[in-house]
């Protein structure tokens, strides 16, 4: 996306005109201005540098009386379902995003884009190209908060013929396998670990970690057979720079340790005389699960260690920046220890995570994974989702890219773990709706309501889920019931939402995980098989789960002879017992219809 598209160009500018913009905003191009009538055509030497042209021209800057518009330039048929959205206000709350570009579709994927500019720049992939086409004529120009969106599409590469595949329809054989070190067989080792090492380094230390032309980061790279980023451009002026480091975990860790030893180096020479700490930067998702029930795990690192830890509040945590800053105290040899414990538990969180994904997607059929805006992500370094089906290929594909809220987002790809049934192509009914009834914190019904009522409306629709709050059964309640109704998909997205919205607001201490208890109704008949013999299914039930799953014993069936299964858990353990206890439903639902007959329905018998 390096050819940029400009328009509102008045009749009398020229390419010389042009060209000393550019130069006066110091923007490289790498080739001649095309102008033609009323618009021209410029190439910029790489994206950034063209997003720069965006940010810094378009709206902005006038030639000859008329405002200029700049944007990619994506020729007709390369317009695919993906835009990219400039200029969001910085402050804006998720789900108002979110209800705005469901207006116009469904939205399979949306991905924060780093930039220097104080506002936000998402990536949004719509399911069809006339959504597409309609929120880029209605939010081209929207204004939010008093920023004026900017919308264009992101070209669809695909849609350029690849040489390979023509020559291949023409009838030209393949060539033979590859050979060692072609791109398909990977330039470089796999990298093993899909989370990498992201590190705060002070500004001052920069240059000495980079080294002389880049010498001494270059030797680390070899010797640790690591991809590190620097990204000195963010956060201009900051007193610290973040470093994102792509290895093994023994890369990981190898290179982290060299670079903390060039920082002690550095700062003995310049006569610092304050402790240098370790900071490693972590998804809030996984910080619970490395403190540990009571703190026990962060503790035990500590004693293992000698080190002394230390985590960053909640209330640091920003709608873009869903990082927390993981300090570790003590000598290099101790803190580089202590970097393995930490990065270890956080590794294991990633992976438990993906599995229960995993496991959910072949519980929903057709559960559209990249939508549910609920999947913990890094921050920057180019770290960004795979979008289609196939097996997550490294760090990039691997760790997702966008901050939906402190519970996480942007969820990544394993599409390729469903069966070839999980299609909804290949599944023409629809799936029935089901009702949950999951209990907040009294205090938590104003967030989940939100002013006027717009979050929870938002919400809904945002999870094509009927949502309501229960009254209260006394004055003095502590919980409160929200009555969730919807397909299995409206219900994951629904559910993912509140618990995500609970952590944020800070209902739940930082050291706790959002655990949650749902209700979900079954048929007197049905709660046996539920319970299994001698209680054998429900016990499997929370072995496999990690949820707690309660029939409560002495029941009055309701006026519908249904009975209450009670599931306590945090959102994944939640999920996949209301999908297994569904699924026992569906089995009893099944048995109880009479058999059809071998030559089709039965037939309706005249009286």
């Not at 400039?86 to 705005?100: A, S």
Request: charged share 25%; hydrophobic share 35%; glycine share 8%.
């Amino acid at each position: 996306m390096n050819k940029l598209y400009i328009g509102n160009v008045s009749e009398q500018a020229s390419a010389l005109d042009l060209e000393t913009i550019f130069e006066q905003w110091k923007i490289p191009f790498s080739a001649p201005f095309l102008v033609k009538s009323g618009y021209a055509f410029v190439d910029c030497p790489d994206e950034k540098i063209a997003m720069k042209a965006i940010d810094t021209l378009s709206g902005k800057v006038e030639l000859h009386g008329k405002l200029l518009e700049v944007e990619h330039s994506v020729p007709k048929r390369q317009r695919s379902c993906k835009l990219q959205i400039r200029n969001i206000p910085p402050h804006m709350q998720w789900e108002v995003l979110d209800g705005l570009l469901a207006q116009y579709g469904t939205v399979e994927s949306c991905e924060q884009v780093n930039t220097d500019t104080e506002t936000a720049v998402v990536n949004v992939r719509y399911g069809a190209k006339e959504q597409a086409r309609q929120a880029v004529e209605k939010l081209n120009g929207f204004m939010m908060e008093n920023y004026a969106l900017k919308v264009s599409y992101i070209p669809d590469e695909m849609a350029v013929a690849d040489p390979a595949a023509v020559s291949s329809r023409r009838g030209a054989a393949p060539r033979g396998p590859p050979r060692q070190g072609s791109p398909s067989l990977g330039a470089r080792p796999k990298l093993q670990s899909d989370v990498p090492l992201r590190m705060l380094v002070p500004t001052q230390f920069v240059g000495a970690i980079i080294g002389k032309e880049g010498a001494t980061i270059r030797n680390i790279t070899k010797q640790t057979h690591s991809k590190i980023d620097i990204h000195r451009k963010e956060n201009a002026g900051a007193a610290e720079k973040p470093i994102t480091v792509h290895s093994t975990p023994e890369g990981c860790s190898s290179a982290c340790r060299r670079i903390m030893e060039i920082m002690q180096k550095e700062a003995l020479d310049t006569k610092i005389t304050e402790e240098i700490p370790l900071k490693i930067l972590a998804h809030n998702n996984f910080v619970g699960r490395l403190i540990g029930k009571e703190g026990r795990n962060l503790k035990k690192i500590e004693q293992d260690t000698g080190t002394k830890i230390t985590i960053s509040p909640l209330q640091d945590l920003t709608l873009y920046n869903p990082e927390r800053t993981i300090t570790v105290k003590g000598p290099i040899e101790a803190c580089a220890t202590a970097e393995e414990e930490v990065m270890k538990k956080i590794r294991e969180s990633y992976e438990n995570d993906v599995a229960a994904m995993n496991l959910q997607s072949n519980l929903i059929p057709g559960l559209n994974l990249n939508a549910l805006g609920l999947f913990p992500v890094g921050a920057s370094g180019g770290m960004s989702p795979s979008m289609v089906p196939g097996p997550p290929t490294g760090a990039q594909a691997a760790y997702p890219s966008f901050g939906c809220s402190a519970f996480g987002s942007g969820v990544p790809f394993w599409a390729s773990a469903l069966p070839s049934s999980s299609s909804p192509s290949l599944s023409p009914q629809q799936p029935e709706s089901e009702t949950v009834y999951l209990f907040i914190p009294a205090l938590a019904v104003g967030a989940i309501i939100g002013k006027q009522g717009q979050h929870i409306k938002q919400l809904s629709r945002f999870a094509g889920a009927s949502i309501k709050i229960a009254p209260a059964d006394e004055m003095d309640a502590k919980q409160r019931m929200v009555i969730i109704a919807g397909p299995p998909e409206a219900q994951f997205k629904a559910q993912g939402r509140i618990f995500g919205k609970l952590k944020e607001e800070n209902f739940f201490g930082p050291k706790e995980e959002v655990k949650l208890e749902a209700h979900i109704k079954v048929p007197s008949f049905a709660a046996g098989r539920v319970i299994g013999k001698g209680g054998k299914t429900v016990n499997e039930l929370q072995n496999l789960t990690s949820a707690e799953v309660v029939v409560p014993r002495d029941q009055t069936p309701d006026e519908n002879d249904q009975v209450v299964v009670k599931i306590t858990g945090h959102f994944y353990a939640s999920q996949m017992a209301q999908r297994k206890i569904q699924e026992i439903l569906s089995q009893v639902r099944r048995q109880q219809q009479p058999k059809a007959s071998p030559t089709g329905p039965p037939m309706a018998r005249r009286k």
